[in-house]
């Protein structure tokens, strides 16, 4: 019509058993509630092929993300604190040691 896109069907990732393509198609197996196998016509094999890639791609996204948000809640507070403590200690003593660098003191040498 005006050349906008509307969103006909959603998929879930969790809910989707395998994509893959067949000649002009890409095919959307669905498990979950459904357990539908949805076909969509491509004009051309290329098409239906590069949109197999991105699924696959944006798929290996999401896992990737999921998989640090997971990785970064597991991470104790206690832990965080202890690292921040850590850090701020380290940065004290950069910068007591640029600052006698700078006087031209090096540390661990009496004049």
């Not at 949805?38 to 239906?48: G, L, P, R």
């Not at 940065?91 to 660098?101: P, T, V």
Request: charged fraction near 25%; aromatic fraction near 6%.
């Amino acid at each position: 019509k005006n050349h906008q896109r509307t969103v006909t069907r959603r998929f879930l990732w969790r809910e989707t058993d395998s994509i893959s393509t067949g000649r002009r198609k890409l095919i959307i197996e669905c498990g979950g509630p459904s357990g539908k196998k949805h076909s969509f016509v491509t004009e051309t094999s290329k098409i239906a092929q590069y949109l197999l890639n991105l699924c696959s791609a944006q798929h290996k996204f999401h896992s990737e993300m999921t998989s640090r948000q997971l990785n970064h809640t597991m991470i104790p507070d206690e832990n965080i604190s202890a690292y921040r403590a850590r850090s701020m200690s380290l940065k004290r003593i950069s910068c007591s040691e640029g600052m006698l660098n700078h006087v031209g003191l090096t540390p661990g040498h009496p004049d």
